[in-house]
């Protein structure tokens, strides 16, 4: 069993669609980030978070710590959003990451 | 915040050969780490590099095969020595600030073994 779980796997929205993606955890936690992988392969940390909400721009994070459990959200999306989103946790000692949820926005 | 210089961005090498894969930091910064991202496959660590000795590697990775340098705070690299196909994959320049803890990712080698 992984330690992070996201749902779901692949994901295909129209332009302006809200997109929620999830990340569920098994193990305690420090912090949780949200990544953002394009298709050459570079990341971009978009959110750390180990409390509450946070919000950038069109994305919002959020953490239900009880729940062990973490969402992404986009509000209207755009094409230029379309990346794979990973969902990494970590423990205090190392990093555990999820299998990513590929995005594709349609126009 | 740190910004990350990873080089090269892609290469295509054949079997038996080893490619050095350079990670540049704009900042000195104390975590420096290394993963390995097969196709379709989520990030695996091989190894925390460490400044002025050896790496520490994780579970199923060596340093002959994985031999890691980091002389100084802001630079590192990592060889993948003897490559067969199965090395083929993105490899990835990571940097943790020890102040905020956030996480900050090189722009990726993508590496093809024929």
């Known amino acids: 069993k992984n330690e992070v779980e996201q749902s779901p796997q692949n994901l295909t929205a129209q332009e302006g669609e809200f997109i929620t993606i999830n990340c569920s955890y098994s193990?305690?936690?420090?912090?949780l980030h949200w990544l953002q992988q394009h298709p050459g392969g570079g990341i971009v940390s978009l959110f750390m978070l180990s409390s509450g909400k946070k919000k950038h721009g069109r994305l919002i994070a959020t953490i239900n710590i009880q729940e062990k459990h973490s969402s992404l959200h986009i509000t209207a999306s755009h094409p230029r959003d379309s990346a794979v989103y990973i969902c990494a946790v970590h423990t205090g000692n190392q990093f555990y990451f999820g299998t990513g949820t590929s995005l594709t926005v349609i126009p | 915040s740190a910004v990350i210089s990873q080089k090269p961005s892609r290469d295509i090498c054949q079997r038996g050969t080893s490619l050095t894969i350079q990670c540049q930091v704009d900042s000195q910064v104390t975590m420096m780490f290394w993963y390995r991202q097969q196709p379709g496959q989520s990030l695996t660590l091989i190894a925390t590099a460490n400044q002025g000795s050896e790496a520490t590697y994780e579970s199923g990775f060596v340093i002959d095969k994985f031999p890691i340098s980091r002389p100084n705070l802001t630079f590192s690299t990592l060889t993948v020595s003897n490559m067969s196909p199965e090395d083929s994959s993105i490899y990835l320049c990571?940097?943790?600030?020890?102040?905020?803890?956030?996480?900050?990712f090189g722009e990726g080698s993508r590496l093809t073994v024929l």
């Open positions: 193990v305690g936690i420090s912090a």
């Open positions: 990571s940097v943790r600030t020890s102040g905020g803890g956030e996480l900050f």
